[in-house]
């Protein structure tokens, strides 16, 4: 038996709004911020100096920043875009 969601799962009649029903498990929020965790905690320990730490840590968090943050709400955008365009076209016809 597969394992159940606790969200809906997306379906042709009922396309979901959330981008991250459409992502591998790689790509999830919670894999994102474990590896960046994982990548700036792990520049930390061998080292023990905060100037590399601070080095792996800005495209780190820049890349966490745009895939946890920027990306979800322009794909939002995006979609409420095409549907209100949809709406539209099909008010016209």
Same mark, same amino acid.
Do not use: C, F, K
């Given at each position: 038996m597969p394992p159940q969601s606790s969200s809906p799962q997306p379906s042709p009649e009922h396309p979901s709004t959330s981008v991250w029903h459409y992502k591998p498990w790689w790509c999830q929020p919670w894999s994102i911020a474990l590896t960046g965790i994982v990548l700036i905690g792990g520049s930390w320990l061998p080292f023990h100096q @905060? /100037?590399?730490?601070? @080095?792996?840590? &800005?495209?780190? &968090?820049? /890349?966490m920043g745009f895939f946890l943050i920027l990306y979800p709400q322009a794909m939002q955008q995006a979609v409420s875009q095409a549907e209100q365009t949809e709406s539209t076209v099909n008010l016209n016809d």
């Open positions: @905060i /100037w590399v730490t601070a @080095i792996v840590a &800005l495209p780190v &968090l820049t /890349w």
